[in-house]
C-alpha cells in the first residue's frame, strides 16, 4: 500500500514534466520546432477561449484538434527517449536516504467506508517512515474538521481566518475573536503522529488535498511553541523525492530580478486601477541587486515598463539560474455553474475573462506590466499580450536552467486542489516549466517584512548553504521577531 501511495502521489504532473523535460533536451531541430509550435498553439487556444464566440478569430476546436496532433507527433518523434519507463520508488529506497533524525511523512486522503460502501465523508491520514523500521499508517481527522478549522466558521476575512489559525496579529481594526484555531489544526494533523518522531529533527512531508493549503511550520504547539522550533519542515509534491534528492549545492551564476511593474502602462490612470503599484518592490529589487552583485553574480532586472509579459516569455529556453517575481499574484475562485454553453467564453463587457475561465491554470498567475488596461474584459489586439501571465501560459515555457523561482507575491502558492494531484496553479505550472526549487505564498503578505526574508534567505544561499537550509534559518530569524502571519506565508516546495 505504501509503495503504490509513493506512485500515485502526483503521477500525473511527475511523468508529464519528466517526459516534457526529456523532450526538450532531445538534440533534434524538427522536434524542438514540433515543440514550439504545440507551446504557440495552446497559448492561442488559452487566448482565444477568454472570448465569446463572436469574437473568436480562430476555432478553438480547431485549436484544440491542432495541439492533440502536435503532441502524438511529438510522442512519436521521441519515441523511446521520451517515454523511458519510471523507475518506482519504494520506501526501503527512502529509508536508505535518511540519517537517524529524519522523518518522512506521505499524507493522503480517503474515503470512509462504512456499512460496506463508501460514504461522502473524507479522513486524512500520514504514512510515516524512520530510518529503521517499518512505515506506519497513522489514522488522522476528517476533511470537515481541517476545513472548518481553516474558515474559521466562513463569516470572517481572509486575513482575520489565517490569524487565528497561526495565532497571529494583523495591523488595523480587525477584531480576531477568542478562537484560534491553530490548536485544533495541530490536534488534528499533527499531534497524532508525534508518538512516532521521537529523536527526529528533520521531517519531509507531502501534503494532500485541503493541507496544501497550511503552513505547516507555523501551526502552534502549545505553550507559545511553533512546529518550526521543533522540526526542520521540508516540503514535497511526494516523499519519493526523498530518495532522489542530491545534496549537491547548485552553483548561481544568472540571476533576474523582476519588480515594481508598471501596471497602467498603454493606458491613461484613473486612480481607480484594480492593480496598484508596489513600492516596496522597488527597494527589494535594487537590495536584492547589490546583494547578488557583491557575490559576482551576473543580474538582470526587469521594472516598470520592462516588467512585461513579452520579455518573460522570452526567458523561454534561456532562463536564469534564480528567478525573483515581486510583483502581485491571484488566485480566482471556481466560476459558477453556467446555465449556458460552457464553452461560449465570457464578453468583453461581462467583466474578469480570467474569472469566468474553467480551467484553474487560467484562474492563477501574476500581474505584470499593462495588466490594468485588459484586466476587465479589453480586448487585446492581435500578436500583443495583456500582463496578465496565467500559470497556463508559464507551463508552456522552457525554464528547466532556473534551479529556483521565488514568488514575492500574494497567492501564489494557491489553485485548485486536485486530490493527489496537488494545487492546479501555480505550483503546477512551474514544474511542468522545468523549475527545479519554488517560494510561493498562501496569503497577502506584508511588503517590509517580505523584503527581510528574502534578504535573509539570499545571503545564506550565496554564502553556500543549500537551499532548504537557508530557507528554514531565513524562517527561524523572522520567528524571533515578528508574529507568523508576517513570514509563514512562503513556503519552499520541491
Known amino acids: 500500500m505504501v509503495d503504490q501511495q509513493l506512485r500515485l502521489k502526483g503521477f500525473v504532473l511527475y511523468n508529464a514534466s519528466a517526459s516534457l523535460r526529456r523532450a526538450r533536451n532531445i538534440k533534434d531541430p524538427q522536434l524542438q520546432q514540433m515543440i514550439d509550435s504545440w507551446q504557440t498553439t495552446r497559448t492561442l ?28 507527433n511529438i510522442n512519436a518523434k521521441a519515441g523511446k527517449a521520451l517515454f523511458t519507463k519510471q523507475t518506482a520508488i519504494t520506501w526501503q529506497q527512502i529509508q536508505q536516504s535518511m540519517q537517524l533524525d529524519e522523518a518522512a511523512i506521505e499524507f493522503l486522503r480517503y474515503p470512509k467506508f462504512s456499512n460496506n460502501n463508501y460514504t461522502d465523508s473524507v479522513n486524512f491520514a500520514a504514512i510515516v517512515i524512520r530510518k529503521k523500521g517499518e ?31 497561526y495565532r497571529s496579529s494583523i495591523k488595523g481594526n480587525i477584531n480576531t475573536g477568542p478562537a484560534f484555531t491553530g490548536d485544533s489544526l495541530y490536534n488534528i494533523l499533527w499531534k497524532p503522529l508525534m508518538p512516532y518522531l521521537a529523536g527526529v529533527k528533520v521531517v519531509s512531508y507531502a501534503p494532500d488535498g485541503l493541507l496544501h ?149 487560467m484562474r492563477s498567475g501574476i500581474i505584470l506590466a499593462g495588466a490594468n488596461k485588459y484586466w476587465q474584459g479589453e480586448i487585446v489586439p492581435n500578436g500583443k499580450d495583456d500582463g496578465i501571465l496565467t500559470a497556463f501560459e508559464i507551463a508552456q515555457l522552457n525554464l528547466q536552467n532556473t534551479a529556483l523561482a521565488v514568488l514575492s507575491a500574494c497567492e501564489t502558492g494557491l489553485g485548485d486542489v486536485q486530490d493527489s494531484e496537488g494545487v492546479f496553479g501555480l505550483q503546477r505550472a512551474l514544474k511542468m516549466a522545468g523549475i527545479k526549487n519554488m517560494v510561493l505564498s498562501l496569503w497577502q503578505v506584508p511588503d517590509e517584512e517580505t523584503m527581510e526574508l528574502m534578504s535573509n534567505f539570499y545571503t545564506r544561499l550565496l554564502n553556500g548553504k543549500n537551499v532548504r537550509q537557508s530557507f528554514y534559518e531565513a524562517q527561524k530569524a523572522m520567528r524571533l521577531k515578528y508574529p507568523p502571519y508576517s513570514w509563514a506565508a512562503f513556503v519552499l516546495m520541491e
Open 45 to 72: 487556444y488559452m487566448q482565444q477561449s477568454a472570448l465569446s464566440v463572436a469574437e473568436r478569430a480562430y476555432s478553438t476546436d480547431s485549436l484544440s484538434i491542432v495541439a492533440n496532433i502536435l503532441e502524438q
Open 213 to 361: 493549503k497550511i503552513a505547516f511550520a507555523a501551526l502552534p504547539t502549545g505553550a507559545g511553541t511553533l512546529l518550526l522550533d521543533s522540526f526542520q519542515l521540508q516540503q514535497y509534491s511526494s516523499v519519493r523525492q526523498v530518495a532522489e534528492k542530491k545534496n549537491t549545492q547548485n552553483t548561481v551564476k544568472t540571476a533576474l530580478l523582476e519588480g515594481y511593474a508598471d501596471f497602467n502602462a498603454g493606458s491613461d490612470a484613473t486612480g481607480n486601477e484594480t492593480w496598484q503599484i508596489l513600492p516596496a518592490t522597488k527597494k527589494e529589487i535594487v537590495t536584492l541587486q547589490q546583494l547578488f552583485q557583491s557575490k559576482g553574480i551576473n543580474v538582470a532586472i526587469d521594472s516598470g515598463f520592462k516588467a512585461n509579459e513579452e520579455n518573460f516569455k522570452a526567458m523561454s529556453g534561456n532562463a536564469p539560474n534564480i528567478l525573483h517575481i515581486a510583483t502581485h499574484g491571484f488566485f480566482l475562485p471556481d466560476p459558477p455553474t453556467q446555465s449556458a454553453d460552457a464553452n461560449s467564453g465570457a464578453t468583453a463587457t461581462s467583466g474578469n475573462l480570467f474569472a469566468t475561465s474553467q480551467d484553474p491554470l
Open 135 to 165: 512505515p506506519v499508517l497513522v489514522p488522522l481527522g476528517s476533511e470537515a474538521q481541517v476545513q472548518w478549522c481553516m474558515t474559521g466558521g466562513k463569516t470572517d476575512s481572509k486575513e482575520t481566518n489565517i490569524s487565528k489559525l
